[in-house]
């Protein structure tokens, strides 16, 4: 997933996971360099990279896990 902001030609990637664990075939896409190359091409700035899965939030070699339940409520709070 790509959330983008055209104003600020910038945008955050996503993994969306059903797991509860940590491995790192899951943000493999995050990390990949030419798919990376390719997003800031189009969408500009990579701002944060994450994956969202049903485990506690955590930093995990650069990558922002979420967790679902967390990260849903925050969405609630902010206007769109």
Do not use: W
Not at 21 to 34: G, S
Not at 44 to 65: C, E
């Amino acid at each position: 997933m790509v959330v983008f902001s055209p104003q600020a030609a910038a945008c955050r990637i996503y993994e969306i996971k059903h797991s509860n664990e940590i491995v790192p075939a899951q943000y493999r896409h995050l990390t990949d360099e030419e798919k990376c190359r390719d997003t800031v091409h189009r969408f500009g700035t990579i701002q944060g990279k994450y994956v969202i899965y049903r485990g506690p939030s955590q930093m995990v070699n650069g990558i922002r896990y979420l967790n679902v339940e967390e990260y849903l409520c925050g969405l609630r709070n902010r206007e769109i």
